[in-house]
Structures are given as C-alpha cells and as structure tokens.
C-alpha cells in the first residue's frame, strides 16, 4: 500500500500531482507488497496521474545511503533524471558520478545500483516505460491552436507578434 498525501487534482483530459517541496519527499513510503522491502523516499505516480502508458516516480535517497539491491527489468526501459544532489550510479560495470541535470536511460537487461556519497540528499525521477514501445515526440506530435485562449492574457494587445519567436535570455 502506498502511504503518502495524495495532493492529486483530476479533470476532463487531465491529472495533475503535487509532490511538494524536495524536501518533504522523505514523507513519502511504499511497503510490500508495493516494493519488495519497504522504502521511504520513493512515490510512484502512474495511477495517480491515470498513466497506463509509462511510470514515474519522485525518489530522495538521503545522504550516504544506497540501494540495498542490484535490479534490472524485464520488459521496461528506464530514464533516471538527477534533480538535486550528487552520487554514484553503476550501470552493468561502469559507474558514473551523477549530479544536478544528470540523464541515464538503460534498457531493461542492464544491472543498475547508485548510491548516495555525499552529505545532502540525492533527488531523483524514474521514468519506466515499455522497451519495445515506439513514441513519435517532439514538436512532430503537437497542433497549434491560434484560437485556443490563454487565461493568463487579458486581451490582444498582451499576444506576440504573428510569426515572432520565443527567445530565452542568455
């Protein structure tokens, strides 16, 4: 069972889900049979978010602490994404430092294990999804809507320039 505070929000073509503040992560905890030993620090989202397509979980792993366990799928692929913090994470034989912005994808018959070597949590997100699955993505599965409003304008004169692009500063 899955104990955590659901701050979900459902609504036609949509789930949201509130993890909160990095540091709150701590709160969350799977115990069997949802894992095979209980954890804290470890949420998965695919129910909630009504994601029949992949699964996701917002993970914290706390300062000098490691998974206790070297796992591999047997049908999903993977994607670890280092929000905060720093750590080690060996993929079959190779280990890689991990820190902030920090992208892993491995197919399901790897051997994976991190761990947390530093003095401050490790934040981190799962992304599971099928490997033999096929995802056209990218701006090649988007649609323009030119007469979609946007609430957050309150008239005309607040819409860019026909054609003009959006420019980060640099």
């Known amino acids: 069972m899955?104990?955590?505070?659901?701050?979900?929000?459902?609504?036609d073509g949509y789930d949201c889900f509130e993890a909160g503040p990095l540091e709150s992560w701590t709160r969350f905890k799977l115990?069997?049979?949802?894992?095979?030993?209980?954890?804290?620090?470890?949420?998965f989202l695919r129910?909630?978010?009504?994601?029949?397509?992949?699964?996701?979980?917002?993970?914290?792993?706390?300062?000098?602490?490691?998974?206790?366990?070297?796992?591999?799928?047997?049908?999903n692929d993977e994607i670890?994404?280092?929000?905060?913090?720093?750590?080690?994470?060996?993929?079959?034989?190779?280990?890689?430092?991990?820190s902030d912005g920090f992208f892993i994808r491995l197919s399901p018959e790897v051997p994976r294990v991190w761990r947390n070597h530093?003095?401050?949590?490790?934040?981190?997100?799962?992304?599971?999804?099928r490997a033999d699955s096929s995802v056209t993505g990218g701006t090649l599965d988007g649609e323009r809507l030119e007469q979609h409003p946007i609430v957050w304008k309150e008239s005309p004169a607040d819409e860019p320039a026909p054609g003009s692009e959006t420019t980060l500063p640099e």
Request: aromatic letters at 10%; hydrophobic letters at 35%; glycine letters at 8%.
């Open 2 to 11: 899955i104990q955590a505070t659901d701050q979900s929000v459902h609504g």
């Open 31 to 43: 115990t069997p049979p949802d894992a095979p030993m209980p954890v804290r620090g470890k949420y």
């Open 47 to 75: 129910k909630l978010l009504n994601s029949d397509g992949l699964e996701m979980s917002v993970n914290v792993l706390p300062a000098g602490r490691e998974m206790p366990f070297v796992h591999r799928h047997q049908a």
């Open 80 to 98: 670890y994404f280092v929000i905060q913090g720093r750590g080690q994470f060996q993929a079959g034989e190779e280990l890689f430092e991990v």
């Open 118 to 129: 530093s003095e401050e949590p490790l934040y981190y997100l799962v992304i599971q999804y």
